[in-house]
């Protein structure tokens, strides 16, 4: 087990390095996972991980979430409220129907086409599938494609509409950005360990209870939960996010065997239409924010787009738009659909 855990995290951070010089978004998972991925559709089999071994990696990635949260961004996040709810249903409802038409052209799987639809995140969906027992690789190419085609079109098409100066908005949010470094540059082991007992403790105990994916929901719900009341929780540095990644990442593409990946070969024009069909649709949502909210545009299309929190926010900042706004609403849709979407799949299929 331990050899089967630091090849994986070797080769994973071999993948993270080599994306990283090729400036591919999100390196630290789909670089772990793609070269992970080539090895075992070569044949390679690996040692499966324990239970607990993944359910701490689920934890570390729910304490991440819930740090998003905190007492001084209540009030914003109580004007964001309304609209996250109504950008998440929508969205929800899409990747349903998204994923009801890709299981009936393709035959994939009704469950493993609906998770590999809905915008929650590449490994956050993926481990979703992985304790369903649902088709991993095709749930995470799912998500991969859709993610790249966000990553790539989204800022293209962002930067060619924005003009607007620097705001205020996006200073405070590159002040929070190196305050948030600062402090995990200076956290102590007693901070990590303080965030990890408590995320460990709600994830923990999520899964003892049967909870879907339980170590990430329960760490997610108790830690945001315990910020947003004003509990000093720090942010966990980065290293070990950077690790969590490329150990998830690396974990996920052990999944892709040589017949399943046979299988995605004949799956991959269908994936990426239904991809470029869910990018069309952030950007009907992020246009209609636009007109509706009086939002400028930039900070619209990046906030419903169906991408991550954290390169979304990162083009935020390059292109002038509201990080804040970008950050916040992206986090708060992320959570809905972690917590409504496995109860949802669960009555559908």
């Known amino acids: 087990m331990l050899l089967t855990f630091a090849l994986i995290f070797l080769l994973g951070y071999l993948g993270y390095r080599i994306f990283s010089f090729l400036h591919i978004p999100g390196g630290a998972v789909t670089g772990s996972l793609v070269i992970l991925a080539i090895i075992t559709s070569q044949g390679v089999e690996w040692v499966e991980l324990p239970s607990y ?101 989204v800022p293209l098409i962002v930067s060619k509409c924005n003009h607007v100066e620097k705001t205020e908005a996006q200073c405070q949010a590159m002040a ?98 239904f991809s470029i069909f869910v990018v069309i649709n952030g950007l009907f949502i992020g246009f209609l924010f636009h007109r509706i909210l009086k939002w400028d545009l930039a900070t619209s299309l990046l906030a419903t787009a169906a991408g991550g929190v954290t390169l979304m926010t990162l083009t935020a900042m390059e292109v002038n738009a509201d990080p804040i706004k970008v950050s916040l609403l992206h986090s708060l849709r992320l959570v809905i659909i972690l917590l409504t979407m496995p109860t949802l799949i669960a009555c559908i299929i």
């Open 176 to 273: 929070d950005i190196e305050k948030n470094e600062n402090s995990n540059d200076k956290a102590n082991i007693f901070n990590i360990l303080s965030a990890l007992l408590f995320g460990g403790i709600g994830g923990f105990t999520a899964k003892y209870f049967g909870l879907p994916v339980g170590g990430m929901l329960g760490a997610m719900v108790v830690v945001g939960i315990l910020r947003t009341i004003g509990v000093p929780l720090k942010e966990l540095p980065q290293w070990l996010i950077l690790c969590t990644q490329i150990v998830l990442g690396g974990y996920l593409g052990t999944t892709f065997t040589p017949e399943m990946v046979a299988t995605l070969q004949t799956l991959l024009f269908p994936i990426l239409f």
């Open 53 to 153: 071994v993944t359910t701490f990696f689920q934890v570390i990635v729910g304490v991440v979430i819930g740090s998003k949260f905190s007492r001084e961004k209540l009030s914003t996040m109580k004007s964001l409220l309304v609209p996250g709810l109504l950008s998440s249903a929508w969205m929800i409802c899409i990747s349903i129907a998204v994923g009801l038409l890709l299981a009936k052209v393709t035959g994939i799987e009704l469950g493993s086409a609906l998770y590999g639809s809905v915008p929650g995140g590449l490994f956050e969906m993926g481990l979703i599938a992985l304790s369903f027992n649902l088709s991993v690789p095709i749930v995470t190419l799912l998500q991969f494609v859709r993610i790249i085609s966000i990553n790539i079109s």
